[in-house]
């Protein structure tokens, strides 16, 4: 079945500093791909989607491009805050036509900024 | 903006007690449904609604009943309480179904069982 596998946390950043965030799936048909943050004390919020191939997702400064090729959906900040410190899901969501929005999450990566 | 509002925020439990974690949406949103949160496990799907008077089945839906007599609300029934039940149970809705898949998730309930 679909499946999600996201790199294991935590990682621990420098203000500053590049961040990537691997992603990859396992998928038939042309599921949408989704990042979620989670921040202390808080439910998720959607980070950034993309909704087909080549598309590049982004908000507040992180990237993500849906590559089919390598089935891969990688997390990308150029340079991290102390307040981007959170959980980061990647999620796999219904191919394309699908009846339910029903989201596969990776296990999420915990994110650790320091000043 | 409530958004989605679950209740407790935190429950302590002894194991075969029953309770209810409510939700409740007030952005008129057909899809709702229900996942828990383990660590190294992240979210799994419970149950979840396309709408009032369906529901079906997620990836982890034993121990677990759920209703959806209205739009609004999505209560999660524990009839009878396990240790192995102790998580954060988190609900989510969506405006529609289909491609974009898109959930606002509640605060989370955490629930301990004992």
């Known amino acids: 079945g679909n499946s999600v596998t996201q790199m294991e946390g935590p990682v621990t950043l420098s203000e500053e500093a590049f961040l990537t965030i691997n992603c990859t799936y396992t998928?038939?048909?042309?599921?949408?791909l989704f990042w979620y943050v989670q921040y202390p004390g808080e439910g998720l919020q959607l980070l950034l989607k993309?909704?087909?191939?080549?598309d590049k997702g982004s908000n507040k400064g992180f990237e993500a491009t849906y590559r089919k090729e390598t089935t891969s959906f990688h997390l990308e900040k150029g340079s991290v805050q102390v307040s981007d410190s959170a959980v980061y899901f990647c999620?796999?969501?219904?191919?394309?036509?699908?009846?339910?929005?029903?989201?596969?999450f990776g296990t999420g990566t915990l994110l650790a900024v320091q000043p | 903006n409530a958004g989605v509002t679950q209740t407790p925020k935190f429950q302590v439990l002894k194991t075969g007690q029953s309770m209810t974690l409510q939700c409740a949406q007030d952005?008129?949103?057909?899809?709702m449904s229900w996942y828990r949160q383990d660590p190294g496990m992240g979210l799994r799907l419970i149950h979840y609604?396309?709408?009032?008077?369906?529901?079906d089945q997620g990836e982890v839906p034993n121990g677990y009943n759920v209703s959806r007599s209205t739009t609004e609300d999505f209560p999660l029934r524990l009839l009878s309480a396990a240790p192995s039940q102790t998580s954060v149970y988190f609900c989510?809705?969506?405006?529609?179904?289909?491609?974009?898949?898109?959930?606002?998730f509640g605060e989370g309930s955490r629930l301990t069982v004992l």
């Open positions: 989510a809705s969506s405006a529609g179904v289909g491609i974009t898949g898109e959930l606002f």
């Open positions: 998928a038939t048909g042309y599921p949408s």
């Open positions: 993309a909704t087909k191939a080549d």
């Open positions: 999620a796999l969501g219904p191919d394309y036509g699908g009846a339910t929005n029903k989201l596969i």
């Open positions: 952005m008129n949103h057909e899809y």
């Open positions: 609604s396309v709408g009032a008077g369906i529901t």
